[in-house]
């Protein structure tokens, strides 16, 4: 290794890693760069050097990559969030593209497979129906900067609906007015931690306020505050209590202070009511791109029994319940299950049941009933499926399997083990939900082959 920490070094970037950070290579040494985009050729300052890599910090832009743009976000680079602003958007989706099949071939050992190209957005901006802002001392709202719990304070998000600015205004009007104390995080003192804006798709709001303790100054200012604006239609105000010094955002009591007990929202022709808690896709319009594309790819004739594993609400099993004979939702939280119930009579949906338990559990259970499944829907957290529902699913034999996934690597791994054991991924489709960062959602047709 013919250089040091300090040195300063010239590369052209070749890649950009999962969160977004440029990859270069000098003299077959692998670099981590930050502060530039792909196809940059940049001069930077060596920060840590490891047996097998290095990082970096840009220092100058020697030639601009054909593919760089002139950001719209004011807060390019400080607040931690959408790395991506700077590189073109059809150069975005064919990454985006990229990331997901490089992991299908890389962790999953799946050549051959069909990854089509990224369904993007006509405007990717302003998408985001929930926000969430970290709030702190000096009356700071925002986020935090990257790789620290220090709070970069903002005015606007280009990918915040709009309700959301006008919320955080108005949040900074009351706390300033009444001297409402933000938590701070490093003397752990204060009132408020977060604030989280939803909005529905007829532009109707619920904010849900955070605090250390039970304790929330002038609750009927912030409640006039809120819903004397013409601009903006809240609908529903909550006070959440989260004790807990974590990166948790939300406690386990919610307090209601005003209004509605849940917001109403839509995806295509059904309506679904959301809690504080209630998991939801953030992006309205690509939801629908994405559950067409899971209703095309379960291809139902009207005579098949489909199980849909980690159903939340409900969203996925109503969304496909006018093409299946029988739909089966399962789902661990107590609350989500609740929700889907309400949801099913809010739609007057009758084919359709919600079952609560572990889906590892509930499925083999639902083989011993003789329920034989067609297809199963799986749309798991993050960290993919559990093994042993790998092998549940495996033992149910379903003829069709469509995965959603928002982590290309779990996914990869998934899809591995049942590649494996008999079944063939047919295509692969992802979806820009989060334009301009560097998470993708996909949708996965998957058959049985023996």
């Known amino acids: 290794m013919d250089f040091n920490i300090g040195d300063k070094l010239e590369v052209e970037i070749i890649d950009l890693s999962n969160e977004g950070t440029g990859i270069g290579k000098y003299k077959g040494f692998t670099f981590f760069i930050e502060g530039c985009t792909l196809g940059d050729k940049v001069l930077f300052q060596i920060t840590k050097l490891k047996k097998n890599y290095g990082l970096g910090q840009t220092i100058e832009i020697l030639e601009r990559s054909p593919y760089r743009v002139d950001s719209k976000c004011e807060h390019l680079g400080k607040c931690g969030g959408c790395e991506l602003h700077k590189l073109r958007y059809d150069k975005q989706l064919e990454l985006k593209r990229h990331i997901v099949k490089n992991n299908l071939e890389r962790i999953g050992k799946i050549q051959d497979m069909l990854v089509k190209d990224t369904f993007g957005m006509d405007s990717p901006y302003r998408y985001r129906n929930k926000g969430e802002f970290k709030v702190g001392a000096n009356y700071q709202i925002g986020y935090f900067k990257r790789g620290s719990h220090e709070i970069y304070p903002i005015e606007s998000s280009i990918i915040q609906k709009e309700s959301a600015d006008e919320v955080i205004r108005l949040m900074k009007e009351y706390m300033k007015r009444y001297r409402v104390e933000g938590y701070d995080r490093k003397r752990k003192r204060g009132i408020i931690k977060n604030l989280i804006v939803r909005t529905s798709q007829d532009n109707k709001v619920m904010v849900i306020v955070v605090t250390k303790g039970k304790n929330l100054p002038h609750r009927e200012e912030l409640i006039n505050i809120l819903t004397s604006q013409p601009s903006l239609e809240v609908v529903s105000i909550y006070q959440n209590i ?56 379960l291809n139902l004739t009207g005579k098949e029994i489909v199980a849909d594993l980690y159903c939340g609400i409900g969203t996925i099993a109503i969304y496909i319940s006018k093409y299946a004979k029988k739909v089966y939702g399962v789902e661990i939280v107590k609350d989500a299950v609740e929700d889907a119930r309400e949801n099913l009579k809010l739609n007057q949906v009758n084919n359709v049941e919600f079952i609560l338990g572990k889906s590892e559990e509930v499925l083999p259970k639902l083989n011993k009933k003789g329920i034989i499944f067609d297809a199963i829907v799986v749309d798991p957290p993050r960290k993919g499926l559990d093994k042993v529902l790998v092998d549940a ?20 791994r998934d899809l591995g083990y049942l590649v494996e054991e008999g079944y063939e991924v047919v295509e692969v489709q992802p979806v820009d939900m989060f334009p301009h960062t560097m998470h993708v959602e996909c949708v996965i047709k998957i058959q049985r082959v023996k």
């Open 242 to 297: 989260n004790p807990k010094d974590t990166s948790e955002i939300l406690g386990q009591k919610d307090i209601k202070l005003y209004g509605e007990d849940k917001l109403v929202d839509y995806i295509g022709e059904y309506k679904f009511l959301i809690s504080p808690k209630s998991f939801f896709q953030v992006n309205h319009v690509q939801t629908k791109v994405l559950y067409d594309k899971v209703v095309e790819y």
């Open 393 to 412: 699913i495996l033992e149910a034999k379903p003829e069709k399997i469509v995965y959603v996934s928002c982590n290309p690597s779990t996914l990869a």
